[in-house]
């Protein structure tokens, strides 16, 4: 069973950073999946944010972040991946909560994603 656990979330200021990671355990495959971010703000669906494969050689950004922020991965431990979000230029509308996810294909669909983190709070004033 593989388990995920982000942090990195907090209260910033419209233009300002983050830096969200999910540390992701419990199986060797790990290293081997997809993983991606999502986002849920108030009273909307969960959304696809980014997601990269296991070598991190390939990327996929949903339009709304493109260019503001980069996904990434270390697989430099077999059982232990860490996968980042590094968000840049932030806006109020990415106020949400993210959450990280594996999945054993690329996909913007959660559906094709089996295991999820708890989340955490990414909140943008403006």
């Known amino acids: 069973?593989?388990?995920l656990v982000?942090?990195?979330g907090g209260l910033v200021q419209a233009g300002g950073s983050l830096r969200l990671s999910c540390a992701a355990s419990?199986?060797?495959f790990i290293s081997s999946h997809y993983m991606g971010w999502f986002r849920q703000a108030p009273?909307?669906?969960r959304e696809f944010v980014a997601s990269i494969s296991g070598s991190g050689g390939s990327t996929n950004y949903a339009d709304s972040?493109?260019?503001r922020f980069t996904i990434s991965r270390d697989n430099a431990k077999n059982t232990v991946n860490t996968m980042y979000l590094q968000m840049n230029a932030l806006k109020?509308?990415?106020t949400a909560v993210y959450y990280c996810a594996a999945s054993t294909w690329a996909s913007i669909s959660r559906a094709d994603f089996y295991s999820w983190g708890q989340g955490t709070q990414?909140?943008?004033s403006s």
Do not use: C, H, I, L
């Open 1 to 3: 069973q593989v388990q």
């Open 6 to 8: 982000e942090s990195g």
């Open 26 to 28: 419990g199986r060797s």
């Open 43 to 45: 009273a909307k669906e």
């Open 65 to 67: 972040v493109k260019g």
């Open 92 to 94: 109020p509308e990415d």
């Open 122 to 124: 990414v909140t943008v």
